[in-house]
């Protein structure tokens, strides 16, 4: 997700929230909790934006950093090798004599070897991008576990869980705007024993009744209070 995409998520998510807020000030009592739980879903979705804009701007800076630090490195490794290829002529012929009576004397190899090493400096930088990773994905699974919690958390009543705005919103579009199907269709649902007898009661007869879309939001938020009142 570019950051473009990022601000423009960040301010629907914002705006959710503000309408979201706005709509549960006309409760006077009670707070319905499927509210409670879409506020809390958004600000989870804004929290996750946040945190990827903000990997994003961290990415940017370690990009930029290395950039530097390259260009800092190459000419120090240039040096070097240049004094590398002269230096060693001289002392070369003087150390053949004391190798041929003790055998033993191989220092300046040893020396040319340490003077290459800091070539190896340049993966440090890696470790560190690589391990700012790892939270984030921490931070997400325990943010969407949050969310199913909130989602799937059980209630007593359909129908009480309903916000005023959200009844008019079902009324209107699933039952053609008719408030005795409406009020008959939950209490029906808040009446029955099991889970099963009100999926059947939703499937059989509401569902093919009133021709309703799976894909519809507004279904699936029914589906989902019907599932958590018999939880």
Request: net charge negative.
């Amino acid at each position: 997700m570019d950051r473009e995409k990022t601000h423009r998520k960040i301010d629907e998510l914002a705006t959710l929230i503000s309408v979201n807020n706005n709509r549960m000030l006309l409760h006077e009592e009670r707070i319905p909790q499927l509210d409670i739980d879409l506020l809390r879903k958004n600000a989870i979705e804004l929290y996750e934006a946040i945190n990827i804009l903000h990997i994003q701007n961290l990415k940017d800076k370690r990009s930029a950093a290395l950039l530097e630090e390259a260009s800092v490195v190459e000419p120090e490794n240039e040096v070097p090798v240049a004094e590398q290829k002269e230096v060693p002529i001289e002392p070369i012929e003087k150390i053949k004599e004391p190798v041929q009576d003790h055998g033993t004397e191989t220092h300046p190899e040893k020396e040319t070897k340490s003077e290459n090493e800091p070539v190896v400096e340049k993966s440090h930088p890696k470790t560190t991008v690589e391990k700012a990773k790892k939270p984030e994905k921490a931070e997400s699974s325990d943010k969407q576990h949050l969310y199913e919690k909130l989602t799937r958390s059980s209630i007593e009543s359909i129908k009480k869980s309903i916000s005023i705005s959200k009844r008019y919103e079902v009324q209107a579009a699933l039952f053609k705007n008719d408030p005795d199907a409406y009020n008959e269709a939950i209490n029906r649902l808040d009446s029955c024993e099991t889970a099963k007898e009100a999926l059947n009661y939703l499937n059989s007869e509401l569902k093919s009744s009133y021709e309703w879309d799976d894909e519809d939001p507004l279904v699936e938020e029914l589906y989902m209070l019907v599932e958590r009142r018999y939880a």
